[in-house]
């Protein structure tokens, strides 16, 4: 494989052959026919669902750039506890707070209504201004809070609510990286309109942190969580 004199400085060809006395490094993988490997592979796979499991989640259409979603099949139901989780809002005299479910909750009878985005047609113009106007009505069946929740950071839901005149009547909650909102398995993903991952629509009674009454809605539209079918819920329970 080598030709020249002595000292001379010399290249091996890179198809120089192996001597038949050097040692050889087995190959990584068997090295049966293809037939006997796609024996074995589809015997090691026998029982093995590749499958997510059903309950975990399921697709549903989207349009623009996603052509599904995945949406959280386990939404909160009726009789569960509130998932542990905490909120930003501004208080009456512009501080900023934080408040937790527990301290929300424990003990007490809230209403919690929740909207996909601040200042959004719907959300302005139906459901807060809704809850803000029957607020006393409410209020007067036993209901020690109400609050407003969204995927919105604090100083776009006090600002937003003070543009409806919400005042101390509803408290403005800020679920700025949803995490309450994905522990209820109610996040609505909004992706293909700029959006991000938001809140499905929906309003709840809460008594003592355990969910009493549920009017949760297909995505954003409004059609069972309204002030108004809050209020015929507690009066039917009276």
Known sequence: AMRGSPGQTHHTSHRATQSPNSARTPPLYPTFPLSQKMQA???????????????CTRMVPSSGAHATRQVASHAIAVGDRLPSAAFKYFDTEGNMKEVDTEALCKGKK??????????TPTCSLKHLPGFVDRA?????????????LSVND???????????GAGDKIMLLADG???????CGVELDLTDKGLGIRSRRFSMLVDDQ??????????????????????EALTASA
């Open 41 to 55: 592979m589809r015997g090691a796979m026998r029982g093995v669902s590749t499958r997510a499991p059903a309950l």
């Open 210 to 231: 355990v969910v009493k009454v549920l009017n949760l809605e297909e995505g954003g539209a409004f059609t069972v969580s309204s002030a108004d079918s809050i209020l």
């Open 154 to 164: 604090a100083f776009v839901m006090d600002a937003w609510g003070k543009s409806v």
């Open 177 to 183: 990286n949803a995490v309450f909102t994905k522990a």
């Open 136 to 148: 006393d009505e409410i209020k007067a069946k036993g209901v020690d809070t109400i609050a407003c």
């Open 110 to 119: 809230v209403v919690i209504f929740a909207v996909p985005g601040a200042f």
